[in-house]
């Protein structure tokens, strides 16, 4: 039963990294004329927006961000889903004026 119950968990996971790599999330960030953002975005804002968009709970420590994001623009972060499947995730910071 247990390894039944691993192998379900990851076919869950890799289904949900298909789904996530079919979509962008958008992240408001208070920006400058420039593009430059106040602060950087976030794992904590990532995982947020995960919650808001697939409604599930992934620990910060398991978004990994390619480099520190401090600029308007499109990104790619990488979720650890299970030990064995990480999931590309595509996100666009956007000025939060333009809501």
Same mark, same amino acid.
């Given at each position: ?21 079919? +979509? $962008?999330?958008? %992240? *408001? /960030? ?6 430059? &953002?106040?602060?950087?975005? +976030? $794992?904590?804002? %990532? *995982? /947020? ?6 409604? &599930? ?43």
């Amino acid at each position: 039963q247990q390894e039944e119950r691993a192998a379900q968990m990851l076919v869950e996971a890799k289904n949900l990294a298909e789904k996530m790599g079919e +979509t $962008s999330l958008k %992240i *408001a /960030a208070k920006a400058g004329t420039s593009g430059k &953002i106040f602060g950087s975005v +976030t $794992s904590v804002q %990532i *995982a /947020a927006a995960l919650k808001e968009t697939f409604d &599930i709970d992934v620990d910060r420590k398991n978004i990994k961000l390619p480099e520190e994001v401090k600029m308007l623009g499109t990104y790619t972060a990488n979720i650890a889903l299970h030990k064995e499947v990480l999931a590309p995730v595509k996100f666009e910071v956007y000025d939060d004026k333009e809501e």
